[in-house]
């Protein structure tokens, strides 16, 4: 009985044991590509592929901000920097240029006329100390016209007219036109100038920031120099000189800054003037800003320093006039 129970449990043993090997064996993993046995299954996680990187993304770097920073922006302030690819705008053929003056002068004048069959010695004539013209706060319109006719050529007229009358006491005894006029008394005195000018403008060069023009004009200027007392009974006399003169000079502009449209420019003049024993000069140096209207067409302000002094002087004859000082231009380019 012991004997049969120890035969059933050793193949029941034996039973299990092959059971358990047929099921270990089914279960045996293998690599799918090869068949090589595997000690646990294949990852069902797909295989560790190299992958190409994206390529590099730039990077915005902030420049340094020291000198450069601070002295950067103020070398935009050197006038001599300016210009380079700035655009003068100017009449083109066709067009013209108007604008109107105001001229505040100081005034500094003398003159002298004396009568030669007489043999009387005519006196030099103060302006200011002799007469009581006043020296500063003088103001002087004038107009001008330019008109650009072919590329390189232009012309142009100007009429300024001067009227100033003052009344004063004399403070010393001078002799004018073969008259006497004595110390500490009351004198009225009136100077009446026109200059009418007109003349031709040759374009030396034109570049798109600068302008360089010569200039040839006649100028007359007719001057009338009226002295007299007061008092009932006593006349005035008037001398009447008019004058002819050649202008020869050159004018130039240069581009400063463009600005949404708007030109900032500096300009410089300065012109001879002789004939019929007179001797004169001028210079004159200027801001302008340009403003554009439509195509082709501008304001413009200009505003600056004048300088203008002519003389003529004989025997007999003598009148010195210089007036400085700054002025404003308003105009228009069409």
């Known amino acids: 009985m012991l004997g049969n129970t120890f035969k059933v449990l050793f193949a029941l043993i034996l039973c299990v ?10 279960s045996t993993f293998h690599d799918p590509k090869s068949g090589a ?6 990852s069902s996680y797909k295989g560790i592929s190299k992958v190409k990187p994206d390529g590099a993304k730039p990077v915005k770097v902030k420049p340094y901000s020291g000198l450069t920073s601070r002295f950067g922006s103020l070398s935009g302030l050197n006038p001599m920097s300016w210009g380079n690819a ?13 604008g109107t003056t105001v001229f505040f002068a100081r ?11 007489t043999g009387i010695q005519p006196s030099v004539v103060r302006f200011e100390d002799d007469l009581g013209f006043k020296k500063n706060g003088n103001v002087i319109w004038s107009i001008d016209a330019h008109y650009q006719f072919r590329p390189r050529w232009g012309i142009r007229y100007s009429f300024e007219p001067v009227s100033m009358e003052t009344s004063t006491r004399s403070t010393t005894t001078f002799t004018f036109m073969n008259r006497q006029f004595t110390g500490n008394s009351q004198i009225r005195s009136k100077w009446e100038r026109y200059t009418h000018r007109a003349g031709l403008v040759f374009n030396l060069s034109r570049k798109m920031g600068s302008n360089t023009n010569f200039f040839v004009d006649w100028m007359v200027i007719q001057d009338a120099l009226s002295i007299g007392g007061v ?10 000189d008019t004058k002819n003169l050649a202008v020869l000079g050159v004018e130039f502009e240069r581009c400063l800054k463009n600005y949404r449209g708007n030109t900032l420019a500096i300009g410089c003049k300065g ?18 800003y340009l403003i554009p209207i439509k195509r082709g067409r501008f304001g413009f302000v200009k505003g600056g320093y004048r300088y203008a002094n002519l003389k003529k002087d004989t025997d007999n004859e003598m009148f010195s006039s210089t007036m400085d000082g700054a002025f404003v231009q308003v105009g228009f380019i069409f």
């Open 17 to 26: 044991s092959m059971l358990a090997s047929a099921a270990w064996a089914g």
């Open 37 to 42: 046995p595997l000690d646990c299954p294949p």
């Open 86 to 98: 700035c655009c003068l705008p100017g009449p083109a053929r066709g067009q013209f240029r108007l």
């Open 107 to 117: 005034l500094n004048a003398e003159a002298k006329k004396g009568v030669t069959t």
């Open 231 to 240: 008092q009932a009974g006593q006349s005035s006399v008037t001398w009447d």
């Open 271 to 288: 012109g001879i003037a002789f004939l019929d024993d007179n001797v004169g000069y001028e210079a004159e140096a200027a801001l302008s």
